[in-house]
């Protein structure tokens, strides 16, 4: 069935999708516009309502006694198998990720952005500022984080955000929910369910505003099939442990470049009074959205219990110009300043 005509519009959506967006990766430039029209034909097949004219985004099991599910997805069966998994009394929207369907690494570009803001438009649309839960799969789990960060400025209450076998590198001011396969190396135990976060995932407590962490059946690429997929569903319609209290306000430091190179800046600044288990998370974004993932441990940096903080921070490896925002962070409270205003980046070339 196609869309049941235009829902509310909220006007509070400042980031709207940029349809002249284009991405440029080894001679090729990919629109959005063409990138719908390629998500919209391997997406044809999934049920249910279409929420958008290019036939992307497709909703299935409205109800209203519970906060809808938007799953970002990477391969077309999957769709269908969750929702089966999650019956009826679940609302479930499906997007399609990248995957396939644009150039590799296209999600960290201005494409991917726009993508996400495409998403989130026609989510705000149908639906408004009604809570929801966002999650994504693999590399689609990217793409659900920025859709999430869009839906969460428009004023959205998003009750967590889900990630199956990824590890998104970037603050989250809210309830992130990591999900690995019982073979995936984290944890001990066997069976699936929740699990102590293990040290290897400690950055996340910085990061994310609070964190829980569950193993699933199966291993990557199997967790949608019929005998893995259930156990998926519960996963992620578990309810929430408890909520940390919130941390104390805490004024924004003012950094300023001890030294520059072309693999790193390195920044200081005056440490407050009191301090805390505080880390940096370091978010390198362009004006047109791209972003810039660091890898390895540099990714989150804990801070001194010093009079003096000091940081160093890799680079984007692609020319600039690129924003920098040294979002701190507190453990299990996660970013205090986040979303951070234009005025608080520095810009480097």
Not at 164 to 169: M, T, V
Request: with cysteine; hydrophobic share 45%.
């Amino acid at each position: 069935m196609r869309a049941r005509g235009p829902g509310r519009t909220n006007q509070a959506l400042i980031l709207a999708a940029d349809r002249n967006t284009a991405l440029t990766n080894a001679g090729q430039a990919t629109s959005l516009d063409t990138l719908l029209r390629r998500i919209g034909t391997v997406t044809r097949g999934w049920g249910g309502d279409v929420l958008d004219p290019q036939g992307s985004l497709h909703h299935v099991h409205e109800t209203p006694m519970r906060p809808r599910l938007f799953w970002c997805f990477n391969a077309n069966h999957e769709f269908d198998a969750l929702a089966q998994a999650l019956g009826a009394g679940q609302p479930l929207v499906g997007m399609r990720s990248m995957n396939k369907v644009a150039e590799p690494l296209a999600l960290r570009s201005a494409l991917g952005d726009a993508l996400a803001g495409h998403y989130a438009q026609h989510l705000l649309t149908r639906f408004g500022t009604a809570p929801c839960i966002v999650g994504g799969n693999c590399q689609a789990a990217g793409l659900a984080w920025r859709v999430a960060q869009r839906l969460m400025q428009a004023g959205v209450p998003v009750l967590r955000l889900v990630t199956l076998d990824a590890q998104p590198r970037f603050p989250f001011a809210g309830h992130l929910r990591m999900l690995f396969g019982q073979d995936s190396g984290f944890g001990t135990q066997d069976g699936a369910g929740p699990i102590a976060i293990p040290q290897a995932l400690r950055g996340w407590r910085y990061a994310a505003q609070r964190l829980d962490v569950h193993k699933v059946q199966g291993s990557h690429g199997q967790y949608f099939v019929p005998e893995n997929v259930a156990s998926l569903a519960r996963a992620i319609l578990s309810p929430a442990p408890p909520a940390a209290a919130a941390p104390l306000p805490m004024p924004s430091p003012r950094w300023r470049i001890a030294r520059l190179d072309t693999a790193a800046v390195t920044l200081q600044a005056a440490a407050p009074v009191a301090q805390g288990d505080l880390a940096v998370v370091p978010v390198w974004r362009k004006e047109d959205g791209a972003i810039f993932r660091i890898e390895g441990g540099d990714w989150v940096l804990p801070l001194d219990n010093a009079p003096t903080w000091t940081c160093r921070i890799p680079r984007p490896d692609s020319p600039g110009p690129w924003g920098l925002w040294p979002v701190l962070c507190a453990m299990d409270s996660g970013p205090l300043q986040w979303p951070q205003p234009p005025q608080d980046r520095m810009v480097f070339r």
